[in-house]
Structure formats: structure tokens, C-alpha cells
Antibody, heavy 124, light 111 residues
């Protein structure tokens, strides 16, 4: 079974930094692309960052570009999100999500597996 | 970047059937967009029910089905149960520098 266990998060002041971690198990982590998705309180889901299976390429939503950095350590089956220059509007639950791209008898398929989420609160 | 739209809220009676839809600003949704349907119950993490248009995960009740309907992705719930009350998000895959785009979600009420 796929398991994505997240850690990090918490309360931070505006302008501060935080690192989120996501430990993967139950699948060949180094073979799959990974993403971070966030959900602000009472709102919908927002994709914020992507990393290829080997660590590149990386992509970011405009809302976090230049402030957040996604990375992974395939030897440790871990995904990270380094968040700098945090703003009040970055307050959200952050989810680590695996992009399960695979082939079956009907051709290519794509699904996603989600971590449990971690709350980041940016407040003075 | 594409905009993905869903009905904001839908109500279904217990035992009834309802279809939620997912529309893309770029044109017709196709299987190549790998539409996924994600359920999020109150206070819980999201969980994908339907992937790549019409495929169920082992945990997905058979009363949920996915399809393409009139240029949109569709999630049909047959014989709705009270426990199906949740937010449902559509996710489309576009690749490139903004690979994933979520719909705004549909709040499904079973009443």
C-alpha cells in the first residue's frame, strides 16, 4: 500500500521559513513524479509545485514561485518543500501527492495518492 | 493556464442518482487529460475515487462511475448514501510548467 507520511508545518511569523517533509513507502518512490498541493481554510485545492522522478524538472505555481523550493531525496524516499518569505496568505493545509502514472491493458493511466496533510499557519 | 469549472453545489436525495461535471476552458475534456475525481469528506484528506476518466480504486464503491459526457468529465453517483456527502474535486492533467489544475469543487449534499 502507498503511504505518504508528512511532517513539519506549524506556526510561523510572516517573512519566516519552514520545511515540510513527506516520507514515502509502499511504492518505488524514485520512479514517480511528486507534487505539493495546498488548501486554504474553507477553500479548494491548489497545485503549487512539481518535481520529476529524478529531481528535475521542477515547476511552481506563480503564487509561490521564487519563495518555495521543492526537492526530493530518492535514497531516503522523501519529498521536501522549503518555504521562505512566508505570507499570511500561505496559511493552508499542505499535501504531498504522488502522481501514479502507469500503463495497463487499456493504455496509460494516471492517478494520485495523498498524504495526510500538514497545517501551516502564518501569523504574527 | 487552464481554468477548470465544476458546479459549486448539488443536492441529491438518498437513493437518488446525480451527475457532477468538470469543464475545461481549453476545450473538450478528453481521456488524454486523465481526469480524476477526488472526494474530500469534512476534516479529512482528499482521496481519489476515479482516475483516468473511469477507473475505480479498490476502495471506490461501485455506485461511483466516471465518464466523458458532452465534452466534459463526469462523475455519476447512483443510489446516493448519506456517507457520500462530501466535496468532490475534478483534477485535469495538462503537463508542462503547470501540470495539474483542480476544479473549484462541488459540495454534494445528500438530503
Amino acid at each position: 500500500d502507498v503511504h505518504l507520511v508528512q511532517s513539519g508545518g506549524g506556526l510561523v511569523h510572516p517573512g519566516g521559513s519552514l520545511r515540510l517533509s513527506c516520507a514515502a513507502s509502499g511504492f518505488s518512490f524514485s520512479s514517480y513524479e511528486m507534487n505539493w498541493v495546498r488548501q486554504t481554510p474553507g477553500k479548494g485545492l491548489e497545485w503549487i509545485s512539481y518535481v520529476g522522478s529524478s529531481g528535475s524538472p521542477v515547476h511552481y505555481a506563480d503564487s509561490v514561485k521564487g519563495r518555495f523550493t521543492i526537492s526530493r531525496d530518492n535514497s531516503k524516499k522523501s519529498l521536501f518543500l522549503h518555504m521562505n518569505s512566508l505570507r499570511v496568505e500561505d496559511t493552508a493545509v499542505y499535501y504531498c501527492v504522488e502522481d501514479w502514472f502507469h500503463y495497463d491493458s487499456d493504455g496509460p493511466k494516471r492517478s494520485d495518492y495523498w498524504g495526510q496533510g500538514t497545517l501551516v499557519t502564518v501569523s504574527s | 493556464q487552464a481554468v477548470v469549472t465544476q458546479e459549486p453545489s448539488v443536492t441529491v436525495s438518498p437513493g437518488g442518482t446525480v451527475t457532477l461535471t468538470c469543464n475545461s476552458s481549453t476545450g473538450a475534456v478528453t481521456s488524454g487529460d486523465f481526469p480524476n475525481w477526488i472526494q474530500q469528506k469534512s476534516g479529512q484528506a482528499p482521496k481519489t475515487l476515479i482516475y483516468s476518466t473511469a477507473n475505480r480504486h479498490p476502495w471506490t464503491p461501485a455506485r461511483f462511475s466516471g465518464s466523458l459526457l458532452g465534452g466534459k468529465a463526469a462523475l455519476t453517483l447512483s443510489s446516493a448514501q448519506p456517507e457520500d456527502e462530501a466535496d468532490y474535486y475534478c483534477l485535469l492533467y495538462f503537463g508542462g510548467p503547470h501540470p495539474w489544475v483542480f476544479g473549484g469543487g462541488t459540495k454534494l449534499t445528500v438530503l
